[in-house]
């Protein structure tokens, strides 16, 4: 029988998880949606054969739901993942997990209290291909110990929603998720600094460079530019004692004419990360469905980058260096 899976949030990526879920997954049906927003709901519903509820906690309760995806606004997902937790439900939720370190400790406290792991956020970089490959030429030891690593992260453009904030919390997230990871250890500090700003910025403090060190002593910089207007550009290279390793270029393709080299430059996430999205729901599926519990980032990592997230907004608004404190690790997530 497939996994009947129920979507709350029916904005951007909630519509393209749906549609991988349908189309690109075997063994998942989306039979429920649920969105403030009751008239997109229907809509979303109506297109897929699926229930719309008028509430998210509804959707959790239905017996006919075996698994919850969060894809509504950060500021709303506790109260999801907690409804879903004590429904005994597994829930893949969006990232961030939640909007405050306070609130991702309560959904840690409710899963310990469920007794094992129901929730997973989704950081889709680690399962990126390339991003994967970068962590196999660092993990071989090939390139020796890691010294440094430099990242970009730039967008095109971003939603009008977007405040100073956000820069950090939304889309800076995904590197604070991305080099604990990579790394196999916690941000301990952190600083944020700020060239002159861009003329495509508007309001915004755009560009930002998000400085991170490791407990391991490797110094991570970020770029942060979310206006560049010319594509959506994600970068990576880590200096070892031996050598490198860089994400290489995502296009597919070199265009050499009129004396010139060119390749097309993703739109953004989707284009870019399309892939990631599909092998991330395919795995957390298959946990749900009852291969075990997620193995992909969960309710420790989401507190972890709530916490550094949090540290990186004072430093922003401060200007002074950070330093992070992270409560001792729960059993649950060794
Ligand atoms: N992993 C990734 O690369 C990406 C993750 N995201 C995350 O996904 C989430 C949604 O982002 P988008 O789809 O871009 O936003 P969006 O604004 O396009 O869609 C969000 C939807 O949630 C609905 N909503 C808001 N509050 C709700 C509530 N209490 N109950 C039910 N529905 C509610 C809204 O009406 C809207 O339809 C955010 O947490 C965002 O950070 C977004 C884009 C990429
Ligand atoms: O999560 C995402 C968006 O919410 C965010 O706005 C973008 O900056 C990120 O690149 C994207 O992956």
């Known amino acids: 029988m497939s996994l009947r899976v129920g979507v709350i949030g029916t904005g951007m990526i909630g519509r393209d998880h749906i549609r991988r879920m349908r189309t ?32 998210g906690r509804e959707l959790i309760a239905s017996p006919g739901v075996d698994a919850v995806v969060v894809c509504s606004w950060g500021g709303t997902h506790e109260e999801y993942v907690l409804a879903a937790i004590a429904a005994g439900k597994p829930v893949f939720c969006e990232k961030p997990l939640a909007t405050s370190q306070q609130a991702c400790l309560r959904i840690m406290a409710a899963e310990a209290g469920h007794g094992s792991r ?27 110990a890691p010294l440094m690593m430099h990242c970009a992260h730039r967008n095109a453009g971003v939603p009008d929603f977007y405040q100073p904030d956000n820069i950090i919390t939304d889309t800076a997230v995904h590197e604070i998720d991305l080099v604990r990871w990579m790394f196999g250890s916690e941000i301990v500090r952190v600083r944020v600094l700020r060239p002159r700003a861009s003329r495509n910025a508007g309001e915004l403090p755009d560009p930002l460079l998000l400085v991170l060190e490791l407990a391991n002593e490797v110094l991570v910089d970020v770029e942060l530019s979310v206006n560049v207007r010319y594509g959506y550009d994600i970068r990576g290279e880590i200096l070892g004692e031996d050598g490198t390793v860089s994400l290489g270029d995502p296009g597919l393709v070199a265009v050499r004419r009129a004396g010139q080299v ?6 953004d996430w989707r284009d870019r990360f399309g892939a990631a999205y599909d092998v991330e729901l395919r795995d957390w599926a298959a946990s749900a469905a009852g291969s075990g519990p997620p193995d992909g980032p969960g309710a420790w990592d989401g507190y972890a980058a709530a916490v550094v997230s949090e540290a990186a907004v004072r430093a922003l608004r401060t200007g002074e260096p950070v330093t992070v404190t992270l409560v001792d690790r729960p059993k649950l997530y060794d």
């Open 118 to 144: 129901l929730v997973q956020v989704g950081y889709m970089r680690r399962y990126d291909a390339a991003y994967r490959a970068l962590k196999q030429v660092l993990d071989s030891g090939v390139i020796g």
């Open 262 to 267: 060119g390749g097309p430059v993703p739109a």
């Open 24 to 55: 690109v997954q075997a063994g998942v049906s989306v039979v429920a949606v649920a969105d403030v927003d009751g008239e997109l709901a229907a809509r979303v519903a109506a297109g897929i054969g699926a229930v719309a509820h008028p509430d």
